[in-house]
């Protein structure tokens, strides 16, 4: 990550391991071809290519990144997917990337969020005790 530093070098591995197995690729053409391609011959319905998960430890992190998702902690996840899978976009990128999903937020909100997001994952992933508890936003 660019100029920030994580708690832990365990959440850091992590979370390299996830960008790995779970991000898009930009230059991934959409064309049923290489749909069938890519996804040996599996054509994905509406909600997308869902991988099946063997239980790997990107799996662990796309598990608690979901449900921060589907929790109160959407906002924070969108910006932990936005740092991770975007990290050599510049912040007035990643910034306008949130902007068109309708979460626009400031260079300081954006990092505030981050911070929740980190301190949430590694609370799940580590049990570190209190973690979830010291996250507000």
């Known amino acids: 990550m660019e100029g920030r530093a994580l ?5 850091s591995e992590r979370l390299e391991q996830w960008v790995r197995e779970y991000r898009d690729h930009p230059t991934r053409s959409w064309t049923i071809l290489s749909r069938l391609i890519e996804h040996r011959g599996f ?3 509406s909600r997308g290519f869902l991988p099946v998960p063997i239980n790997t430890l990107a799996d662990e ?3 608690v990144v979901r449900q921060m ?3 109160e902690y959407f906002v924070p996840a969108r910006v932990l997917r936005c740092e991770w899978f975007d990290q ?8 306008e990337h949130l902007r068109v999903q309708g979460l626009p937020m ?3 909100g954006y990092y505030k ?6 301190a949430y994952l590694e609370g799940c992933l580590f049990g570190e ?3 979830k508890k010291s996250v507000a936003v």
């Open 7 to 11: 708690k832990s070098e365990r959440l």
């Open 61 to 63: 992190v796309e598990h």
């Open 113 to 118: 969020h981050l911070d929740v997001a980190t």
């Open 106 to 108: 400031s260079r300081a």
């Open 88 to 95: 050599h976009s510049p912040m007035i990128a990643r910034l």
């Open 129 to 131: 005790k209190g973690a």
């Open 69 to 71: 998702e589907h929790g």
């Open 43 to 45: 054509v994905p319905d």
